[in-house]
């Protein structure tokens, strides 16, 4: 693919005006507050609008939607037709995405961008009923955003008729060959003329990934830009390091200590949001959780919750956080590190948006150092860390004390899992400053001895000391830079 690719001119248009945009896109693009336009966008936006391929490397977060949105407008805007007959109106613009949300969000920008043209865009994807799909595809429509799987849904009806497709968008074209949609995108292609425009977008390029390209794209004009996070100063990143079993508390101790009324959580699996956001209402913290076992209608309402205030955890999954776009967001935790250091990224792509501040929180537990140090590697920086411990419950202290019997040093780290507690464990009523286990969210954290510091830390990877007590760390003494 290298020896047939072109690489992007090196100057690039400074101004939304300078890319030649139609007076109705920059219409649409300044009622959108938009004042200049981001790197991809002066890269992307010339090339396509000359009817050039692409391969995109970007992420989520660096304004790429409209890097493709804004061109592909401009292209078919010649041909927008007035009439309300639905045979005026083919299916000229397809965009695949891998999830509901990001199908649901960047239809939602065509929509913003396209206003003051008369095309007519919509969004299809699965989970929810066919019926007021196929209407809006039966009323015809130019340009149709949609999920794999319930796009094939159509074909095999005849509710849709990809004939005339004259431009094909796959955004985050990794992420869709991650959840198993070579197939589906393969039939779909099937469908489409093969004369046409192909815009490929990837956070990643993996093999994989550089063999749909070869099929699928012309002498593409390739297309980088860094993940905004590295490039903007914006995000503060902070790793605390702490055993496995007191996360929870600390993510507890953490939103209510600091008084945090938005915070994105993640976890790497569905079973973990779930119990995570459960655990957190159990604490007394209003949390929902959103991820792909849910149906839409929960997740939409789960994000509608968050987005509103009444919820002030969102615990997600990776694959679900996709389309999430929450103007400044201001804090992002994650509650386990990503296996994929570009999972990372992506996740803090929800916070320091448009300039606005954030804060990224990692907590670390031993297993995932290397993932963290993964993570620094792609950043190109070092993530400062703390070790953490939690204080002993005060029942346990005060029985140890009665016991007369000394704790093991290793122990003052790490408290018993729950589940070997037992079911009996009384559980404290909400909205009660003791957690049901015991911690009493009043009180601050404790460092770890001297010694169990030491010897947490000669196991991790040197990492910056600081003579400001830990609490201080945590409630935000120097999390906010
Ligand atoms: P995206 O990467 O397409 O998901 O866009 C990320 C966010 O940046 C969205 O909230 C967009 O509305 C916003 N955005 C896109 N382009 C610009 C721009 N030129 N100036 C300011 N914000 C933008």
Do not use: C, W
Not at 74 to 81: C, D, E, K, T, V
Not at 177 to 204: E, H, V, W
Not at 440 to 450: G, L
Request: hydrophobic share 35%; charged share 25%.
């Amino acid at each position: 693919m290298t020896a047939n690719t072109d690489a992007a001119p090196s100057t690039f248009p400074a101004s939304f005006a300078d890319l030649g945009l139609l007076p109705e896109l920059l219409r649409a693009i300044s009622e959108q507050g938009y004042t200049e336009p981001t790197p991809i966008q002066r890269q992307a936006i010339p090339p396509v609008l000359s009817g050039r391929d692409i391969m995109g490397s970007a992420q989520t977060g660096t304004g790429k939607t409209a890097s493709f949105a804004l061109p592909i407008l401009q292209r078919l805007a010649p041909g927008a037709s007035a009439s309300p007959s639905p045979a005026r109106h083919p299916v000229r613009a397809l965009v695949l995405t891998p999830t509901r949300e990001l199908a649901v969000q960047v239809e939602a920008s065509f929509q913003a961008y396209g206003r003051h043209v008369p095309l007519r865009t919509t969004v299809v994807y699965g989970g929810v009923d066919m019926d007021p799909q196929i209407k809006a595809l039966h009323a015809g429509v130019e340009i149709v955003v949609a999920t794999p799987g319930r796009l094939l849904d159509h074909v095999r009806n005849k509710t849709v008729n990809l004939g005339r497709v004259e431009v094909l968008v796959l955004d985050e074209a990794d992420r869709m060959l991650d959840m198993g949609f070579l197939p589906d995108i393969k039939r779909i292609l099937a469908q489409i003329p093969k004369q046409r425009q192909n815009l490929l977008f990837s956070a990643t390029f993996s093999d994989d990934i550089r063999g749909l390209a070869d099929e699928l794209l012309n002498r593409p004009v390739l297309i980088a830009v860094a993940p905004r996070n590295t490039a903007a100063e914006t995000v503060t990143h902070q790793a605390y390091l702490m055993s496995g079993e007191d996360k929870r508390r600390a993510l507890a101790h953490l939103v209510q200590t600091r008084d945090l009324r938005q915070v994105l959580v993640f976890t790497r699996t569905r079973l973990g949001a779930n119990r995570l956001a459960r655990a957190l209402e159990r604490d007394g913290i209003d949390a929902t959780a959103i991820h792909s076992n849910r149906t839409q209608a929960e997740r939409e309402k789960a994000l509608a919750d968050f987005k509103s205030g009444s919820v002030r955890v969102l615990v997600a999954t990776d694959v679900a956080s996709r389309g999430i776009d929450i103007e400044e967001l201001p804090i992002v935790v994650n509650y386990e590190l990503p296996h994929s250091p570009e999972d990372y990224v992506h996740r803090i792509g929800r916070t320091g948006r448009a300039g606005s501040s954030g804060e990224a929180i990692s907590l670390v537990e031993p297993d995932e150092h290397k993932l963290l140090a993964d993570i620094e590697r792609l950043l190109k920086r070092s993530i400062p860390r703390e070790t953490l411990a939690l204080a002993e419950s005060r029942e346990r202290r005060e029985g140890t004390r009665r016991e007369g019997a000394r704790r093991p040093e290793t122990n003052r780290i790490s408290e018993p899992r729950r589940a070997e507690r037992g079911a009996s464990t009384p559980r404290a009523p909400k909205p009660s400053v003791i957690a049901a286990d015991g911690f009493d969210f009043t009180k601050p954290y404790e460092p770890a001895s001297a010694g169990t510091s030491s010897e947490q830390s000669s196991k991790q990877p040197p990492h910056r000391t600081r003579g400001t007590p830990q609490t201080a760390v945590l409630l935000g003494g120097h999390g906010t830079k």
